[in-house]
């Protein structure tokens, strides 16, 4: 079974990216969930803010662990010996950036495949940007992250 990376912005991760994990978790030997550092969104956790909770809520998965990364993704796959890259599709609009960077990542290192996981339907509308403009107009996000992260976003905006 080869080991595989989970790359994302996780800023913060989502019910959905937990679950994406899990089910990831099944079917390859290890599986890294990798924080982007020098992605170009302005995040609202720092990369030690989000692979801390990454580890929280992956805490009762023995073949998952989080880290960041910085440069290519292809790169970070390398340097770990995986040689799969897992990725969560909700929507069609999704697809055509997905579809892209897969091909493009096979283009740069040939070997590395991209599977990408259907969303589960409760999770198809949540996103981590969505979340976070909940939580910064004051609503509850409590049903669409693990507790950890909810209860560090109350600590971020308190
Ligand atoms: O959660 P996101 O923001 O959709 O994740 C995007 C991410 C981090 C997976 C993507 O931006 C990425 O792979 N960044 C690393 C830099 C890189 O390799 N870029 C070329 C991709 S073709």
Known sequence: MPKAVYPGSFDPATNGHVDIIERAAELFQEVVVAVAVNSSKAPMFTSEERVDMLREVCAHLPNVRADSFNGLLVDFVASQGASVVVK????????????????????????????????SPENLFLSSSM????????????QFVPAQVHARLEQKLR
């Open 88 to 119: 969560g599709l909700r929507a069609v609009s999704d697809f055509e950036y997905e579809l892209q960077q897969a091909l493009m990542n096979r283009i740069m290192r040939e070997g590395v495949e991209t599977v990408f996981f259907m969303t």
């Open 131 to 142: 979340v976070k403009e909940i939580a910064r107009l004051g609503g509850d996000v409590g």
